[in-house]
Nanobody
Framework: QVQLVESGGGLVQPGGSLRLSCAASGRTASSIFMGWFRQAPGKEREFVAR????????YYADSVKGRFTISRDNAKNTVYLQMNSLKPEDTAVYYC??????????WGQGTQVTVSS
């Protein structure tokens, strides 16, 4: 079992920045990838970014490339999402994920990000 707790969400103006954090506990050594999804009101949950446990490989959705940066600190069992140049369409609940061997995926409870003037 892996427990994921997100933090760092909030209200920000367009063009602003936020950094999300996701602290993992439990069987974190088995987490090959960690990452983020988001879900806007009335829309399906969508992939945002993920990072390999070596930090050597990262993937991003086209909609966030060049604006968002994912990173992880394995010593702290924490993954981060630095979000810059935020747009109103980035408004969503952001969920942390941990993917383990065997195809098991764990989800956090989510943190709200609202981009509005």
């Amino acid at each position: 079992q892996v427990q994921l707790v997100e933090s760092g969400g909030g209200l920000v103006q367009p063009g602003g920045s936020l950094r999300l954090s996701c602290a993992a506990s439990g069987r974190t050594a088995s987490s090959i990838f960690m990452g983020w999804f988001r879900q806007a009101p009335g829309k399906e949950r969508e992939f945002v970014a993920r990072i390999h446990r070596s930090s050597a490989t990262t993937y991003y959705a086209d909609s966030v490339k060049g604006r968002f940066t994912i990173s992880r600190d394995n010593a702290k069992n924490t993954v981060y999402l630095q979000m810059n140049s935020l747009k109103p369409e980035d408004t969503a609940v952001y969920y942390c994920i941990a993917d383990q061997m065997g195809g098991v995926r764990y989800w956090g409870q989510g943190t709200q990000v609202t981009v509005s003037s």
